[in-house]
């Protein structure tokens, strides 16, 4: 029941992927409760929608992974009640195990107030 994008979690972000050439892309509008200040989306959940667009990349690929390690740079505070788009895109890979992702968070005024970068690992999916 994964908090990003299952249907069924309660709680969760339910966000719907599609890939368009090279870029995995989702949007979502975040609301009151997803508010750190007040107006402004809190930075984990930030973190995790780009996290979860990064997965989604490899996932429409068939490589199942785990976030190794991830850098988030927050250049503008995000604003509830407008519609996000999150774009994230590969950049680089090795020995078909660690993937170099990134991805974006674009305002409907085209600015950009996030990226990131983070590498993933390939995992056994037996194991997940
Ligand atoms: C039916 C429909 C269902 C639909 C369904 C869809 C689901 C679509 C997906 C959505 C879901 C996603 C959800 C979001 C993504 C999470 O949230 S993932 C959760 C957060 N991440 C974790 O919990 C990861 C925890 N860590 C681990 O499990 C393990 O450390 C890892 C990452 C799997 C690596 O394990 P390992 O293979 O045992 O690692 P290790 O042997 O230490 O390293 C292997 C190699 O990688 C290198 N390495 C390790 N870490 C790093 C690093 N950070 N940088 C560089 N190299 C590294 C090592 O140096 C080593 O290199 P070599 O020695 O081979 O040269």
């Known amino acids: 029941m994964c908090f990003g994008c299952s249907e069924r979690n309660p709680i969760g972000l339910k966000l719907k992927f599609t ?59 995000v604003p509830v009640n407008i519609k996000l788009t999150v774009e994230s895109w590969c950049e680089e890979e090795k020995r078909d195990r660690l993937f170099f992702m990134a991805a974006r968070i674009i305002l409907p005024d085209g600015k950009v107030p996030v990226t990131a970068k983070a590498k993933f690992l390939r995992i056994d999916p037996e194991k997940l």
């Open 19 to 77: 890939m368009d050439g090279d870029k995995c892309r989702t949007e979502f509008v975040a609301g009151e409760e997803h508010q750190g200040w007040n107006g402004y989306m809190h930075g984990g959940l930030i973190a995790a929608l780009m996290d979860e667009t990064m997965a989604w990349w490899l996932w429409f690929k068939d490589i199942s992974i785990m976030t190794a390690e991830m850098t988030t740079r927050y250049s503008l505070g």
